[in-house]
């Protein structure tokens, strides 16, 4: 049984990632004080430090959030290519950048992206471009990881329990059951992969 920081556990992707890992012992983050066991921002590199210092020892962190903003590129903002950059990419690389500090040896690091930096749709090109960051980031670090420690990315498309809210954007695009991402998020968690990332899609 290892010792998991889960980092978004109560959405829909949280959720999909709990059907795969459930024969660890998860310690759920997130920014709702009430709703998790610890607190974090993944955005604050103090928020990070504080939840890794306050959980002690743990061998993974899985990683399922990450604030993107929605507009054409022609209106896109600084404002808002920023919010998605500080969340979705340096919230992420920052929690392994700081995590590597804490976690146990031959730990791991599973982030999120998504299908959209292979299959876009309008709207979307800040979440796609961090998605493919990410996915870059992964593969490059894997080479720099100290004491064994792994990392990989999901890069699921949407899923069946969130059909409802982002079907209307994804026309032709099949959903995939969360239980199908969560076996993903099992393989980064409990295989010896690194520097990969771990396509689901129909």
């Known amino acids: 049984m290892k010792t998991i920081i889960l980092i978004g556990a109560n959405g829909k992707m949280g959720q999909a990632a ?8 998860i310690i759920t983050a997130g920014r709702s004080a009430d709703s998790y066991d610890f607190q974090v ?10 939840l890794y ?3 002690g020892h743990f061998d993974a962190v899985v990683n399922t959030v990450g604030v ?4 054409n590129f022609t209106e896109m903002t600084e404002e808002q290519w920023m919010s998605t950059i500080l969340s979705k990419m340096m919230g992420q690389i920052n929690i392994v950048r700081i995590g590597q500090e804490y976690i146990a040896d031959k730990g791991s690091f599973t982030l999120i992206t998504g299908i959209l930096n292979t299959k876009p ?9 961090t998605s493919g960051a990410i996915d870059t980031f992964v593969k490059c670090v894997a080479f720099e990881m100290p004491r064994g ?3 990989n990315s999901i890069n699921p498309t949407v899923l ?17 059951p969360g239980r199908l991402v969560g076996k993903a998020f099992e ?6 992969i690194t520097g990969q990332v771990i396509f689901v899609d129909a």
């Open 41 to 50: 921002d993944i955005t604050s590199e103090a928020s990070l430090r504080k």
């Open 149 to 151: 420690i792994r990392v």
């Open 187 to 192: 393989r980064s968690v409990d295989g010896f």
């Open 53 to 55: 210092e306050d959980v």
């Open 18 to 25: 709990l059907t795969g890992l459930g024969k660890h012992k």
């Open 68 to 71: 993107c903003e929605y507009a």
């Open 160 to 176: 069946e329990e969130a059909w409802d809210v982002y079907g209307e954007m994804m026309p032709g695009f099949e959903p995939v």
């Open 121 to 129: 749709i309008p709207f979307a090109i800040a979440d796609a471009t």
